[in-house]
């Protein structure tokens, strides 16, 4: 059963871009969340989505923003990119909000 | 929220056993514990997931003491390929939100 999958695995951007980032979830699993990973702050929750919507929300700023298509897949977006932006962003799945969370390789980002 | 705290580094020796405790005090009567292994430039791998006294898989053993305040990972005689960081999760329990810890450092020696 394949797992997360994350796209693109590494992407560099210019202060005051944008980025969109791509995650398929485990087959099956219909809710998605995402993480931004830095050195200094450590794993932080993003948002999570469940059938399409978005249930809770992380402690970020507007520019950072997400969706869930019917089919499970998810998107990130992150709008006027600062440098404080660079980190890694993971993705993860579960079946729903009672179970147990699978987490992608991961998309790097850097920004400029 | 469930706030854990964990020792944020520890060294051990190939071939030894290496207990890891994480705090939780305030978990939730619905809340699971999940612990996870994380390498350099990877996402986190589910390692065990547990709710109350022990749970064994292939890799780890999961202990939790009655009053579930705390919990610990035992890894077996662990090799060079375990040094990683381990972080543990407790939830879902009520308005989700996943709260890591900043995790412990596990450096396993020759």
């Known amino acids: 059963k394949a797992g997360v999958t994350q796209t693109p695995r590494y992407l560099i951007k210019t202060r005051g871009q944008q980025v969109t980032l791509s995650c398929s979830p485990i087959?099956?699993?219909?809710?998605v969340s995402w993480y931004q990973q830095t050195p200094g702050q450590g794993l932080q929750f993003l948002f999570e989505y469940f059938s399409e919507t978005q249930r809770n929300k992380g402690n970020f700023p507007g520019r950072f923003s997400g969706r869930q298509f019917s089919n499970s897949r998810s998107e990130m977006n992150v709008s006027t990119l600062e440098l404080g932006d660079s980190a890694l962003y993971l993705c993860a799945s579960s079946k729903g909000r009672e179970n147990t969370i699978y987490f992608g390789e991961g998309s790097w980002l850097t920004v400029v | 929220l469930a706030k854990t705290t964990q020792p944020i580094s520890m060294d051990s020796y190939e071939g030894q056993e290496v207990n890891i405790t994480c705090s939780h005090n305030?978990?939730?009567?619905?809340?699971?514990i999940t612990w996870y292994q994380q390498f350099p430039s990877q996402g986190p791998r589910f390692i065990i997931q547990g709710y109350k006294t022990k749970v064994t898989n292939e890799v780890a053993s999961l202990f939790i003491p009655a009053d579930r305040k705390s919990s610990t990972l035992s890894l077996p005689r662990v090799s060079l390929s375990d040094t990683a960081v381990y972080y543990c999760l407790v939830g879902p329990g009520g308005s989700y939100i996943p709260t890591f810890g900043r995790g412990t450092s596990l450096i396993v020696h020759p």
């Open positions: 087959s099956g699993h219909r809710s």
């Open positions: 305030n978990i939730a009567t619905n809340d699971y």
